[in-house]
């Protein structure tokens, strides 16, 4: 990832992801992402389309957006982050994504409702939450 992509992405979250159905048609679904460590990552859970779509088939388009013309597209494989750390690891990745937020400290805003991070952990537990990891195989765009 060269520092341009990593600029591009560190101040823009809104995102399109397409994953791929067992017959090859696209699934596409609108998301946050955000740049963790420099690794893309993205929320999800066991139990999604997507989620399904890329245990069958890593590939994927990440699609990455602002507020006027720029973006950012992306050829990637999927990890899939859902050991016993993925509290954890969504934790740092919504400490990313709400930088500059007006969130208190010790707090996360989950749908529009502040959590410690001790409820927030306990959330992501229940929700059965995993993170996506994109690994960019090509980029390109007007970013």
């Not at 399109?16 to 740049?35: C, I, K, N, S, Y």
């Not at 973006?71 to 934790?91: F, K, M, R, S, V």
């Amino acid at each position: 990832m060269d520092e341009r992509i990593q600029s591009f992405l560190e101040s823009n979250h809104s995102a399109a992801m397409t994953t791929l159905r067992a017959d090859g048609t696209p699934h596409v679904v609108r998301m946050g992402v955000a740049l963790v460590d420099g690794r893309i990552w993205s929320s999800g859970t066991q139990t999604r389309v997507r989620t399904k779509h890329l245990r069958r088939d890593s590939r994927s388009t990440l699609f990455v957006y602002d507020n006027e013309w720029r973006w950012l597209g992306t050829e990637c494989t999927i990890t899939i982050l859902d050991g016993p750390d993925a509290p954890q690891l969504h934790l740092r990745l919504f400490k990313v994504m709400q930088q500059g937020m007006l969130v208190p400290a010790g707090q996360i805003n989950w749908f529009g409702r502040l959590m410690s991070h001790d409820e927030f952990l306990k959330t992501m537990v229940e929700e059965q939450r995993l993170i996506y990891e994109f690994n960019i195989v090509r980029a390109y765009g007007m970013y």
